[in-house]
């Protein structure tokens, strides 16, 4: 034991030294708890522990210390994964599937509405009944509901109703209730959800309308919910869907505009550092604890520590140990694509983008490869995710964040400061938005003419993660072809990306892609065409006429009036004329 420790000094020893060496131990060992986590989620409860631990057995015996810290981190994962499968495994809420009774639950997540209209939210379910039934619980659950009265509802308020309960294919809940009735409130909010929600509250009713009054409350506490279907579209072809994420850079602008601020009250560093500490707690429950905020509030935990220790604030390790903590705690998190995104994203800023702008430099001025550094890191890092999210990666995005990084900090900073004084001072608040609608509009249209650019389209799900990682793991082993790797990929992607351009050539005929439904284009000349059906979604509509380039429809064709035939309407006569409409 104390030569591996004396190992340890010297490896720290070995990096204050050299600042090119990089010390991977807490990255790895976050990863391994990560990963057990992860796998365990795809199985039966404690296959993966087990298996584990008979590794770990192997391993001591041979007194392999570095391999035995390994998958002692993939058992710790596994096994505070296996706990919460268990737990939902075994609750007794199953007894009331496919029945009615009445749930008493506390809220946990703001409701949001949906898609399809409806609203959703986990509750924490505490109580279940019916005619014959009595239960005492503590379990997730996920409540569905069309009335919209629960959208006045505070995370800790409890509420009871009559639903219909149902087993839930989303992994993290006992089960899916569907509320039809009405919803009685049985606890009135604390007063400090109350005072958090008024915050809320406040900054989404005074950033004003259109897409820069929706992107400020997303911007400056993830709140998306004014959010137009057609501008998040947007917001996720160009690549700037993080912005509206509140994550690590939201944490470093507050967390140094509070620390600035505690200068004027306090002159020890201690007490500063503690009053930054506590600030960052309320802002947590402000944001709300989405995966990306639980990441860079465990990071940001780490480096105050240092700080106020005056020990090295190293990022890397700081990353390892937010990336334990938070599977720890939610083990739910290593199944979430925003988790892997933010994690994935800071790894990319830590490890690639100092190596970007170390071989850009030779080349670009040393400002401009700084500036062009952490969105292409943190783009070719997340592209795995990307891709088997959405089939798609969008090579403008690197531009797009590059033109959008100026206004991010002065959106952050002023609107953090007017949702503070939304509740009781709301004139200074409309003045302050006042100012920041400018950028936001700014990136808006950043947003809207990045989305208008070709994408380079791929598989989606696991193949589409594999093509990509694949890609990536070579380039990183191969690096020292640096230069031949930037070139073949530049080649790779024009060619593809030509190839799958849409419509190709002198088209003639055309079916747009807008999911589960039709939608049929002719050609006929000067930007005019006949359409036939317009799909469910308006957005995907609007966006297939606008690659065709219609600009005028003088035939519209309504087969039928079902939503996946009709629903899109909108979208197609969106900034279009129409000359005559045939309803069969």
Request: hydrophobic share 55%; net charge positive.
């Amino acid at each position: 034991a104390k030569g591996q420790w004396n190992r340890c000094g010297k490896i720290r020893a070995n990096q204050k030294q050299n600042s090119r060496l990089t010390d991977y131990r807490a990255i790895v060992l976050g990863g391994a708890i990560w990963a057990g986590a992860l796998f365990q989620s795809a199985t039966t409860p404690w296959r993966i522990s087990f298996a584990a631990l008979a590794l770990a057995a192997v391993s001591f015996i041979s007194r392999k210390v570095r391999f035995s810290i390994i998958i002692c981190a993939l058992l710790l994962g596994s096994t505070v994964m296996s706990i919460r499968q268990a737990s939902l495994a075994h609750s007794q809420i199953a007894r009331f599937f496919m029945q009615s009774a009445t749930i008493t639950a506390e809220v946990v997540t703001d409701p949001s509405k949906t898609s399809t209209g409806n609203y959703s939210f986990i509750a924490r379910a505490v109580l279940v009944n019916n005619s014959s039934i009595h239960y005492k619980l503590r379990v997730p659950i996920r409540v569905m509901t069309s009335n919209q009265s629960v959208t006045t509802l505070l995370p800790g308020q409890r509420f009871s109703a009559q639903g219909r309960i149902v087993a839930s294919k989303e992994a993290r809940v006992a089960a899916l209730v569907v509320i039809k009735d009405d919803i009685e409130i049985q606890t009135q909010p604390s007063r400090w959800a109350s005072a958090l929600g008024s915050i809320r509250l406040g900054l989404r009713s005074l950033s004003g309308d259109g897409n820069a009054g929706a992107l400020i409350p997303g911007m400056v506490l993830g709140d998306t919910s004014k959010q137009s279907t057609e501008f998040k579209n947007s917001m996720k072809r160009s690549g700037l869907t993080h912005l509206v994420a509140v994550s690590g850079a939201n944490f470093a602008l507050v967390s140094a505009f509070v620390l600035w601020m505690m200068q004027f009250l306090f002159a020890r560093m201690k007490f500063r550092l503690s009053a930054t500490a506590l600030s960052l707690i309320a802002f947590i429950a402000l944001v709300r604890p989405s995966p990306s905020v639980l990441r860079a509030a465990a990071m940001a935990a780490v480096l105050l520590v240092a700080q106020g220790t005056k020990k090295g604030r190293d990022s890397l390790p700081a990353l390892g140990f937010a990336m334990a903590a938070v599977v720890v705690v939610d083990p739910w998190q290593a199944r979430d694509a925003g988790f892997a995104l933010s994690v994935l994203a800071t790894a990319g800023l830590l490890l690639f983008a100092p190596v970007i702008i170390e071989k850009l430099s030779i080349h670009l001025p040393g400002k401009l490869a700084q500036a062009l550094a952490p969105p292409i890191a943190a783009t070719v890092f997340c592209s795995p995710i990307i891709v088997a999210l959405s089939g798609y990666l969008a090579p403008m995005s690197v531009i797009a964040n590059l033109l959008a990084a100026p206004f991010v900090a002065p959106i952050t900073i002023v609107g953090f400061i007017a949702a503070l004084f939304s509740p009781f001072a709301p004139l200074v608040s409309t003045v302050l938005i006042w100012f920041i609608r400018f950028p936001a509009e700014a990136i808006a249209l950043i947003a809207h003419w990045a989305s208008t650019f070709p994408v380079l389209t791929l598989r989606t799900g696991k193949i589409g993660f594999l093509i990509i990682a694949g890609f990536i793991l070579a380039s990183w082993l191969f690096k020292k072809w640096f230069k031949h790797i930037i070139v073949f990929t530049l080649i790779i992607l024009t060619s593809i990306t030509w190839i799958q351009r849409w419509p190709g050539g002198d088209w003639q005929v055309a079916n747009c892609d807008i999911g589960q439904g039709d939608s049929m284009v002719i050609n006929l000349g000067n930007h005019q065409g006949i359409v036939i059906d317009v799909g469910p979604d308006a957005v995907a509509e609007d966006r297939c006429l606008k690659a065709l380039g219609i600009n005028e429809i003088p035939l519209l064709i309504l087969s039928h009036f079902h939503a996946d035939h009709v629903a899109g309407l909108t979208g197609a006569i969106k900034n279009r004329a129409v000359g005559q409409v045939w309803v069969s």
